[in-house]
């Protein structure tokens, strides 16, 4: 075969336990300094259009309907995937690229758009190498522990979006079992996500995201984890604490669907990283006055009784989680300092998918 033409689709996430930060002997692999644990969304997603062809080594680009060019940062971060995954696999350059990818919710305001824009396209690059080069195929992409790790070298929270069972998934943060020489592979293939709970396990959990505001963040979250490892004195006592309690803390409540347990782990998870983000030099401020307003609002509503809880990325945009029966009365809640029409009401979702145009 000479092309392939793929469309593929990703959703996004929301992390629980965040991932902020490399392994700094292990920063060219992305390889996390902790695990993180999130929830798969059903109705934020990107869409990936790939068409590959035999030929001279090139990408275009087009995000949301706009052709991006080679001195812009989007494409900077498509051609350094492609760089860092041909290291790996040098018949990459092979190949042409022609990818078109549409985002249906707020880029780069905190809603995880480059998580899901690369999983959908690790997820068509191993659809139409699954046709091209099979042989490279099985030894990169035959399951979606290998696309989840070859995801991860585009972003690190795409590699949660990948497992096609969706739901609650949990990227390993894989170092702890490398032996004392790994290879290029073992340090490519050792973190990885999978799900531990599929889209169906708690469906009484409702995921509801709030646009607070819509511009860009004004520093990046790849370019924040890296001061906050560098400057911040709390760092290294903060993974240790989220990888060897709060995460086993969170995979117990998860898995016994204790919510106010559950809602606890995830308030405090939240607040811990933006602790980390603003001990970091210069301070980290991704939270806004409104932002703050959400966290009000939800401690006052849970005093007698805990019916949600509030995370928040690198971004003021708050994402809520409360229980079906609870649902309006959150809402009406939510409601005094957020419009409907930023109100965007999610399910857990399934994975990653792809299919062969015709």
């Not at 497992?163 to 702890?176: M, N, S, T, Y």
């Amino acid at each position: 075969m000479e092309k392939a033409a793929v469309i593929s689709t990703a959703p996004t996430n929301i992390a629980i336990i965040k991932y902020w930060g490399k392994k700094p002997e292990f920063e060219n692999y992305f390889i996390p300094t902790k695990s993180s644990a999130s929830f798969t969304v059903d109705k934020f997603y990107t869409t990936t259009n790939l068409e590959v062809k035999k030929g001279k080594y090139q990408i275009l680009f087009e995000l949301n309907n706009k052709k991006i060019l080679p001195s812009k940062e989007e494409f900077f971060y498509i051609s350094n995937f492609f760089e860092r995954l041909a290291k790996f696999i040098p018949q990459l350059k092979n190949y042409s690229y022609s990818i078109s990818s549409v985002n249906n919710f707020p880029t780069a305001a905190g809603f995880a758009s480059s998580a899901s824009g690369f999983a959908a396209l690790s997820r068509a690059l191993a659809c139409a190498m699954n046709i091209l080069e099979p042989k490279i195929f099985e030894k990169f992409f035959s399951t979606d522990e290998k696309i989840s790790a070859i995801a991860r070298l585009g972003s690190g929270s795409a590699a949660r979006s990948i497992p096609q069972k969706g739901g609650f998934v949990l990227w390993k943060r894989g170092f702890d079992f490398l032996g004392p020489k790994p290879t290029d592979l073992d340090l490519l293939f050792c973190s990885y996500a999978h799900s531990l709970f599929d889209f169906n396990f708690w469906k009484e959990l409702k995921i509801i995201y709030l646009a607070l505001a819509k511009k860009e963040k004004k520093i990046k979250s790849r370019i924040g984890m890296q001061q906050s490892l560098a400057t911040s004195p709390f760092y290294s006592q903060w993974v240790e604490y989220e990888e060897k309690i709060l995460l086993p803390s969170l995979l117990e409540a998860i898995n016994s669907k204790n919510f106010e347990n559950f809602a606890k782990i995830t308030s405090a998870a939240s607040n811990s990283l933006h602790a980390i983000m603003l001990s970091t030099s210069p301070p980290l401020i991704y939270l806004n006055q409104k932002s703050l307003a959400v966290i009000n609002l939800i401690e006052e509503l849970n005093k007698e009784e805990i019916l949600a809880t509030y995370t928040f990325d690198a971004g003021p945009n708050p994402v809520i989680f409360t229980l079906q029966k609870n649902e309006k009365k959150v809402l009406d809640t939510i409601k005094k300092v957020c419009p409907s029409k930023n109100i965007f009401i999610q399910n857990i979702g399934q994975g990653s998918s792809c299919n062969v145009k015709l």
